[in-house]
C-alpha cells in the first residue's frame, strides 16, 4: 500500500533523472522520503498515544481542574498551585513517598540479589539442569502481575491462607488474630515478595546471558592468582558484566517505581488504607476517586520527572555500550 | 569449574530443588486451589483436600466469565494485529535505511518505553471520553497499540537487522519487485520475530489492569483482568473462584511465554543465518 505511494511520488517528481523502470524499487526506497513514509504510523500512533498525552498531562498540572471542568468542557488554570500543595503536603513526605522510594530501593536490592544468585546458580549447572530450571522461573516471570498478587493475597489471607495456617499449625499464631493487609510495614512486606517474586526471573536470565559469555581463561587466571570465589565474583565476574548490572540495576529501579496494580489489588490498596499509598496509586485515585484531576496529574509529572532522570541514566548508559 | 564431588552434586541438587520450588510454588498454589474441593478449609496441607472442576464450571458459566474472555481475546488480537503491522513497516525503516535523525527515533523509541502509562491514564481518559471512546473495544485496542508498539518496533528492528542484505540483493538481480522481495525474502526470515513480538503484544493487552478498569465501566466490557474484581464481596473473597479465573488468565500467558522465549533465543542465533 504505501510501496505505491511511494513509487507514484517518485514518477511524478522526477528529479532523479533516470527512467523508473530500470532502478529496483528498493534502491530508490533507500533514498529520501521512504523510511519516513514507513516510519508515519508508528511515529503517529506513539505521538498521538503516548507524547501528546505527556503534554496535556502536564498542562492539566497546572490547572485546578475538577469534574466540572470536564462537564463544561471549560480550562481552569492556577499556574504552580497543585505543586504547591502537593510538595508542601505532610502526606506527600511521611507517607507516599517513603513508601515509593522506600520500598523501590528495598525491591531493586532484593530483586537484583536473588537474580544473580539465581543466574550464578544457573551457570554451573550442566546444559539439560540448566534450561529445566530456567524454564521453570519463566514460569515465575510469565504469571500476570495482576493474578500473581492474587495469589500472594490469598497465601497470606488473613482467615485461611496458608502462611497463617502453617503458623496456626505451629502454634505461633491464631487464624484470624491478625489481619497482614492493615499494617503497612507488613502490607509493603508482601507486596515486596511479590514484586521481587515477578521481577527476580528477567535479572537472573539476562545475568545468565552475560555469565555466559565471560571466558572460562579469565576465571582461571584469577584461580591461579589464588583467588577464592568470592574473589572471583567481585574481580573477574563484576567487572566484566559492569553493563549488563548497570542496566538491570536501572530498568528494574524503573519498574519498582512505578509499581501500580500489585499495590491497588491488595486489600486497602486501592485507596481505602492511605497508610499503604504510593506515587501511582495517589495519583489515580486523587483523579478517579476524588475527581481531581489536575491534583492527579500534577502527581503523575513528579513521578515522571522521577523516572526521566533514571531513564536518561539509561539510555546514557545503554549508548556507551552499543551503537544504535 | 566443574568439580563433581558427591558434596557439589548434592548441593546442585538442592539447589535445583530450591530455586524450581520458589519459582513454581505460587503458581502449582493457584492451580491446586483451584481444584480443590474447599479450599478455604484447607489449612496448611500442600495438597489439596478433593479435585473438582467446579469451580471453573461456577466462573465460566454461572458468573459469566466467559464474557469477560471474550472481550479480551478481541481487544488482544486486535491489538496484536494491528502492532505487527505497525512494527514491521517501522522496522525495516530503522533497519534498512541509513536517514537523517535516525539515531534520534531510536532513542525516542526506547525513551516512551520509560514513559509510566500511569501517569497517561488522566489525559487518555478524558480523551476517551470525548471521543465516546470509553465502553468501546476499539478503543482500548488503541491504546494498547501504543503500548506495545515501541517494544515491538526495538524487538523488531533487530530481527530485520539480521536478516543478510546480500540475499535482499541477489532477489534484486533476479528481477524482484520490492514488495516480492518483501514477501519472498525478508518476510519468511522475520516471521519468528514477527510471531514473537506478536505474543509480547498479546500478552501486554491481555495482563493490562489500569486502562481496562478505568475506561470499561460497563460490565458487559469488562476484560478478564477487570472481571477477576467481581468475585471480590466486602471483607470476603471465594478464593476457589478466583483462583480458577485466575488460572483461566495466567495459563495462555505462562504457555505463551514459555514458548516464545526459546523461539526468540533461537530466531536471534539461527534464523537469518540460515538463509
Known amino acids: ?324 | 569449574m566443574n568439580r563433581r564431588t558427591p558434596a557439589s552434586t548434592a548441593a546442585k541438587a538442592i539447589g535445583v530443588v530450591v530455586l524450581m520450588s520458589l519459582s513454581l510454588f505460587p503458581f502449582y498454589w493457584m492451580l491446586s486451589t483451584a481444584v480443590d474441593t474447599s479450599p478455604l478449609s484447607r489449612g496448611a496441607s500442600l495438597l489439596p483436600s478433593g479435585f473438582t472442576l467446579e469451580h471453573f464450571r461456577y466462573v465460566l458459566v454461572d458468573a459469566g466469565f466467559l464474557r469477560y474472555v471474550r472481550v479480551s481475546l478481541i481487544v488482544a488480537l486486535g491489538t496484536v494485529v494491528l502492532s505487527a503491522i505497525v512494527a514491521l513497516l517501522a522496522a525495516v525503516a530503522v533497519a534498512r535505511f541509513r536517514f537523517r535523525l535516525r539515531t534520534q527515533v531510536l532513542i525516542m523509541v526506547l525513551m516512551v518505553q520509560m514513559v509510566p502509562l500511569e501517569a497517561l491514564v488522566i489525559p487518555l481518559f478524558l480523551q476517551a471520553r470525548n471521543l465516546h471512546m470509553l465502553n468501546s473495544l476499539l478503543g482500548l485496542i488503541i491504546v494498547y497499540l501504543g503500548f506495545s508498539l515501541a517494544f515491538a518496533i526495538w524487538n523488531l528492528r533487530g530481527f530485520v537487522a539480521a536478516v543478510p542484505r546480500e540475499l535482499e540483493e541477489a532477489a534484486y538481480m533476479d528481477g524482484a519487485t520490492w514488495l516480492r522481495m518483501f514477501r519472498s525474502i525478508l518476510l519468511p526470515l522475520v516471521a519468528p520475530g514477527l510471531v514473537a513480538t506478536s505474543v509480547f503484544s498479546f500478552i501486554t493487552a491481555w495482563n493490562e489492569f489500569i486502562f481496562a478498569l478505568t475506561f470499561m465501566q460497563d460490565s458487559s466490557k469488562y476484560t478478564v483482568g477487570v472481571g477477576l474484581r467481581t468475585f471480590f464481596t466486602q471483607n470476603t473473597a471465594d478464593w476457589g473462584s478466583v483462583m480458577a479465573a485466575s488460572t483461566i488468565i495466567t495459563l495462555p500467558v505462562v504457555i505463551f511465554f514459555v514458548l516464545v522465549q526459546r523461539n526468540l533465543a533461537q530466531g536471534m542465533t539461527a534464523g537469518a543465518v540460515k538463509g
Open chain 1, 1 to 324: 500500500m504505501s510501496s505505491s505511494t511511494i513509487l507514484d511520488e517518485r514518477r511524478q517528481d522526477g528529479a532523479e533523472g533516470f527512467t523508473p523502470r530500470t532502478v529496483p524499487l528498493g534502491r530508490r526506497l533507500r533514498r529520501g522520503a521512504a523510511p519516513w513514509l514507513l516510519l508515519a504510523p508508528g511515529l503517529l500512533v506513539l505521538g498521538v498515544l503516548l507524547l501528546w498525552p505527556m503534554m496535556r498531562v502536564l498542562n492539566l498540572s497546572l490547572q485546578d481542574y475538577e469534574l466540572r471542568n470536564l462537564l463544561r468542557g471549560d480550562t481552569n488554570y492556577v499556574g504552580l498551585e497543585n505543586y504547591v500543595d502537593v510538595l508542601t503536603d505532610p502526606f506527600l513526605w511521611k507517607t507516599v513517598l517513603p513508601n515509593t522510594v522506600g520500598f523501590a530501593l528495598v525491591c531493586v536490592v532484593l530483586t537484583m540479589v536473588v537474580g544473580t544468585v539465581a543466574a550464578l546458580f544457573l551457570n554451573s549447572l550442566g546444559t539439560v539442569w540448566r534450561s529445566i530450571s530456567t524454564t521453570a522461573i519463566m514460569v515465575a516471570w510469565a504469571v500476570p502481575a495482576l493474578t500473581g498478587t492474587y495469589i500472594f493475597v490469598w497465601l497470606f489471607d488473613a482467615q485461611s491462607g496458608l502462611v497463617i495456617s502453617t503458623l496456626d499449625g505451629l502454634g505461633l499464631m491464631e487464624a484470624g488474630s491478625y489481619n497482614w493487609f492493615t499494617n503497612r510495614w507488613t502490607f509493603y512486606g508482601i507486596a515486596t515478595i511479590n514484586v521481587v517474586y515477578h521481577g527476580f526471573p528477567f535479572i537472573a536470565v539476562t545475568m545468565l546471558a552475560g555469565l555466559m559469555t565471560v571466558p572460562r581463561e579469565h576465571y582461571e587466571a584469577a584461580a591461579m592468582d589464588g583467588a577464592t570465589a568470592w574473589g572471583r565474583f567481585w574481580n573477574v565476574t563484576v567487572p566484566t558484566l559492569r553493563p549488563i548490572i548497570a542496566v538491570c540495576v536501572i530498568l528494574s529501579t524503573i519498574w519498582d517505581f512505578k509499581v501500580f496494580v500489585q499495590i491497588y489489588l491488595m486489600p486497602g490498596g486501592d485507596g481505602a488504607n492511605p497508610d499503604v499509598m504510593n506515587l501511582g496509586v495517589w495519583s489515580y485515585t486523587q483523579s478517579f476517586a476524588q475527581g481531581e484531576y489536575g491534583m492527579g496529574s500534577t502527581i503523575a509529572v513528579l513521578l515522571t520527572a522521577l523516572l526521566l532522570v533514571i531513564s536518561v541514566i539509561y539510555i546514557r548508559t545503554l549508548m556507551k555500550e552499543e551503537e544504535l
